[in-house]
């Protein structure tokens, strides 16, 4: 079965600075990948997601790369202010009915005013 | 707000006993998933349900089991209870079966056993 590996757990960045984490997928049928945000005591939520047949995909603030050769995905986040603050989680899916979200096991980042 | 709801927002029990968490997923959505949450852990999928069918399972333990009712709402019963089962549980919804829909998160179920 698939699973997803990422790092770092934890992150510290000051606020302005830029954050990158990462993910690594084992199942090469995997072909959708989310990242969800979670603050504290919060419900998980999407805030970036790519298909298998991109490359990059941007929405404002964040970005998201994927290399499928490699197997990895990764999340950047620019110009990071405090409410950035929160885990973040990756996730990988094959889109085969049978498949469900594998998720990652987070890594919490911390943004320093 | 997600649409997708969850009751009990919190459950506190004791170990050796039986509970019952429920959830309502956004509407028209078919598909159920629940997940479990431990301390400062990721999310573990348990089950998905698709319009009343259980589609897919994960880690779930034999004590758990879970159905999706004809109105598409959803129970996930968990007996003998350990203090290990002490964690988050989520639900979430999604329109279909799979392809590329983002799954709804509810606000989770904090379950303590003691």
Do not use: M
């Not at chain 1, 990462?22 to 979670?38: I, L, M, R, V």
């Not at chain 2, 078919?30 to 089950?47: E, K, M, P, R, T």
Request: some cysteine; charged content about 20%.
């Amino acid at each position: 079965g698939e699973n997803v590996e990422q790092h770092p757990s934890t992150l510290s960045v000051q606020e302005g600075d830029s954050a990158v984490i990462k993910c690594t997928y084992s199942d090469s049928a995997s072909n959708y990948f989310p990242w969800y945000k979670q603050e504290l005591g919060k419900r998980p939520q999407l805030i970036i997601d790519i298909r298998s047949n991109v490359g990059e995909k941007k929405d404002q603030r964040i970005a998201v790369t994927l290399n499928k050769t490699a197997k990895h995905f990764s999340l950047h986040i620019t110009e990071t202010q405090p409410e950035d603050s929160a885990v973040y989680f990756c996730a990988a899916k094959a889109v085969d009915y049978g498949q469900n979200f594998v998720f990652g096991p987070g890594t919490r980042l911390s943004v320093l005013p | 707000d997600s649409g997708v709801t969850q009751t009990p927002k919190h459950l506190i029990t004791a170990t050796g006993q039986r509970v019952t968490l429920r959830c309502s997923p956004r509407s028209g959505d078919l598909s159920v998933y629940w997940y479990q949450q431990s301390l400062d852990q990721g999310l573990q999928f348990l089950i998905q349900y698709y319009n009343g069918e259980e589609r897919a399972k994960g880690n779930i333990l034999e004590r758990f089991s879970a159905q999706q009712f004809p109105d598409l709402h959803s129970e996930l019963n968990l007996s003998s209870l350990e203090l290990g089962d002490s964690a988050l549980y989520f639900c979430a919804s999604s329109p279909k079966l799979a392809v590329y829909n983002e799954q709804f998160f509810g606000p989770g179920t904090r379950l303590t056993v003691l």
